[in-house]
């Protein structure tokens, strides 16, 4: 066969099967950028009806899953039509496909097991995009669930891949509304009456506030004195908020309290100890009060 041979061929073929596969790779490429408009507009409107944070995660995690088993499905297809253009039999390649998969099944188990458990996470809508979790060990914000496995970012920015299959426990920390546990330490001689009128003082201008109102869901909860520590009363509080914001309404919540703990003298202590003198069981021991400042002019 000669060189002019070779070309009419080839020109033959770019002008049959050339062109339908070059058709199915666009019509390929349509089918999913449409798709992707599709489901944009649908969920969008979804959206619209359903305002609240709580649908917003589920509806873009939803979209994602759908978006990515519609693609699958299409790129499959099209691979077989193409197949079938270049005159390969795909019967036989179907039927081999099962008896592989089923090979492959025996080799894949974790993979498998990744995809049970995503399906099963995404059923009972345990994890969403735009949720703050802990698990396999690692926390952070949710940026992408598939069915093999969920994508983390933490607060330094790293970015943690966990396998579906490996996840044995979800700690969910901005499921409906957040909390934040607040373990105020203040000195033995304080009155606690009176520190816990400030905190809940602090916490009625918080709310009056218009950069933190929206956000805080509820007044503070005061639950009373919880420990007697080494060094200080403890008293157990908690605020609930939207989702996500309680560690931004903490924060400033423990700025203001600072200052008004500052304003009314009321010590926020640090660890000290009590020395006593050693001496016989017998005898009577007594405590010694310590002056740094006498200590320091004994030094020099």
């Known amino acids: 066969m000669d060189v002019s041979q070779l070309i009419?061929?080839?020109a033959g073929w770019l002008l049959t099967s050339g062109?339908?596969?070059a058709l199915i790779l666009l019509l390929m490429l349509i089918a999913v950028k449409?798709?992707?408009?599709?489901a944009n507009k649908i969920f969008n409107l979804y959206k619209g009806h359903n305002d609240s944070v709580e649908s917003q995660k589920r509806t873009d995690t939803v979209s994602n899953l759908i978006r990515n088993a519609v693609n699958?499905?299409?790129f499959a297809v099209a691979f077989m039509m193409i197949l079938q253009e270049l005159g390969i039999n795909i019967g036989p390649i179907i039927a081999a496909a099962g008896v592989v998969g089923v090979a492959v099944g025996f080799g894949a188990q974790k993979l498998v097991e990744d995809i049970i458990s995503g399906f099963f996470i995404f059923l009972e809508d345990q994890i969403r995009v735009g949720d703050v979790v802990e698990i396999g060990g690692k926390s952070g914000l949710v940026e992408k669930v598939t069915l093999r496995m969920v994508i983390l970012r933490d607060l330094a920015g790293n970015v943690h891949f966990v396998r579906n299959g490996e996840i044995d426990t979800v700690t969910n920390m901005t499921k409906e509304y957040s909390r934040y546990v607040f373990d105020i330490g203040v000195?033995?001689?304080e009155d606690i009456d009176q520190v816990i009128d400030l905190v809940k003082q602090v916490d009625r201008?918080?709310?009056?506030?218009?950069n933190y109102?929206?956000?805080?869901?509820?007044p503070i909860e005061i639950l009373g004195l919880d420990e007697f520590a080494d060094s200080a009363l403890i008293i157990k509080?908690?605020?609930k908020t939207k989702p996500i914001k309680q560690w931004g309404v903490a924060r400033e919540f423990n700025k203001r309290l600072k200052k008004v703990f500052d304003q009314h003298g009321i010590e926020i202590p640090f660890p000290h100890r009590t020395l006593f003198i050693g001496k016989q069981k017998s005898e009577h021991r007594a405590s010694i009060d310590l002056n740094v400042n006498q200590l320091q002019e004994t030094a020099g």
């Open 34 to 38: 449409l798709t992707g408009v599709v």
């Open 205 to 210: 201008d918080l709310r009056a506030d218009s």
């Open 237 to 239: 509080a908690r605020t």
């Open 8 to 10: 009419e061929k080839a």
């Open 72 to 74: 699958i499905i299409i």
């Open 187 to 189: 000195s033995y001689q």
């Open 19 to 21: 062109l339908q596969i």
């Open 213 to 218: 109102k929206e956000d805080i869901l509820e």
